[in-house]
């Protein structure tokens, strides 16, 4: 975590139970991580998009929650990262944990007939969100919330892992794909939080553009967030083959992967 040696700036002390790696109010009085801030927008603005597509493909509504939910995340992480504000940690961290339930809802109802509802599944999840809320808001402890989070992780690997091993094999490009980003995030994020003397000292000694490489923390929300985008993206093929539509990846500008499809014709 980051030594308490940093500047005030507008949001005031700190009052999160969390204050990353990232020199405080380094570059602007108003934002108190800034790289840690802006590099939100890469789990922010492609799920927008993603879910006026998913509207107007007519997906169902649990797909247009997903590219929804990872938004919020975005935003909640923004707001925590540029005031490191309790209120605003929360607003980032908890909807983590609700966002990974509908992932999971999505993982495990991929193989069930069109606008179906598992009630109990969906009802097992809001539990443990209500749960995981409530001891979060009581003891207030940083580790108890990534380990919940930890486990929700784990379940979507799991559950992956089975669909690209015995079900539809030709998306373990998609599937690892995804799970690889994700885990060089984590990688970075343990780094990050390890080793941050080091990290700092070291950056003191680089130019200014290329420290932004050091920021390690700002790496893991740009890889996590597409890693997460790009599960989305591996539950929604997955949905959409079982369901018999012709989905195919392509790439926005040569760049940003997108899912098009449509359904089968009948002769």
Same mark, same amino acid.
């Given at each position: 975590?980051?030594?308490?040696?940093?500047?005030?700036?507008?949001?005031?002390?700190?009052?999160?139970?969390?204050?990353?790696?990232?020199?405080?109010?380094?570059?602007?009085?108003?934002?108190?991580?800034?790289?840690?801030?802006?590099?939100?927008?890469?789990?922010?603005?492609?799920?927008?998009?993603?879910?006026?597509?998913?509207?107007?493909?007519?997906?169902?509504?649990?797909?247009?929650?997903?590219?929804?939910?990872?938004?919020?995340?975005?935003?909640?992480?923004?707001?925590?990262?540029?005031?490191?504000?309790?209120?605003?940690?929360?607003?980032?961290?908890?909807?983590?944990?609700?966002?990974?339930?509908?992932?999971?809802?999505?993982?495990?109802?991929?193989?069930?007939?069109?606008?179906?509802?598992?009630?109990? $599944?969906? /009802? =097992? &999840? @809001? +539990?443990? %969100?209500?749960?995981?809320? *409530?001891?979060?808001?009581?003891?207030?402890?940083?580790?108890?919330?990534?380990?919940?989070?930890?486990? $929700?992780? /784990? =379940? &979507? @690997? +799991?559950? %992956?892992?089975?669909?690209? *091993?015995?079900?539809?094999?030709?998306?373990?490009?998609?599937?690892?794909?995804?799970?690889?980003?994700? $885990?060089?995030?984590? &990688?970075?994020?343990?780094?990050?939080?390890?080793?941050?003397?080091?990290?700092?000292?070291?950056?003191?000694?680089?130019?200014?553009?290329?420290?932004?490489?050091?920021?390690?923390?700002?790496?893991?929300?740009?890889?996590?967030?597409?890693?997460?985008?790009?599960?989305?993206?591996?539950?929604?093929?997955?949905?959409?083959?079982?369901?018999?539509?012709?989905?195919?990846?392509?790439?926005?500008?040569?760049?940003?992967?997108?899912?098009?499809?449509?359904?089968?014709?009948?002769?």
């Amino acid at each position: 975590m980051a030594p308490a040696a940093d500047r005030q700036g507008y949001w005031g002390p700190p009052t999160s139970t969390l204050d990353w790696c990232e020199e405080n109010y380094a570059l602007t009085r108003y934002i108190a991580e800034f790289w840690n801030t802006v590099s939100n927008l890469i789990m922010i603005i492609p799920p927008i998009f993603g879910a006026i597509q998913g509207v107007r493909d007519g997906l169902e509504t649990r797909y247009i929650a997903s590219y929804l939910a990872l938004t919020v995340v975005g935003m909640g992480s923004w707001c925590f990262h540029m005031t490191l504000k309790y209120e605003m940690q929360l607003l980032d961290e908890l909807p983590m944990i609700y966002s990974c339930c509908i992932f999971v809802y999505c993982m495990f109802e991929c193989f069930k007939v069109k606008n179906s509802v598992n009630y109990h $599944l969906l /009802f =097992t &999840l @809001v +539990l443990f %969100s209500l749960i995981v809320t *409530t001891i979060y808001l009581k003891v207030k402890e940083p580790i108890f919330h990534q380990i919940m989070y930890g486990i $929700l992780v /784990f =379940t &979507l @690997v +799991l559950r %992956s892992i089975y669909i690209v *091993t015995w079900v539809y094999p030709w998306l373990k490009g998609l599937g690892y794909t995804s799970l690889g980003i994700f $885990l060089l995030g984590f &990688l970075l994020w343990n780094i990050d939080n390890i080793f941050c003397d080091s990290l700092r000292n070291f950056r003191k000694k680089l130019p200014p553009v290329m420290s932004v490489i050091t920021q390690f923390h700002a790496w893991w929300h740009i890889l996590t967030g597409l890693g997460s985008y790009l599960h989305i993206l591996f539950s929604l093929y997955t949905r959409t083959l079982y369901l018999r539509y012709r989905p195919k990846v392509k790439f926005l500008f040569g760049i940003w992967p997108v899912i098009l499809f449509e359904p089968l014709r009948k002769h």
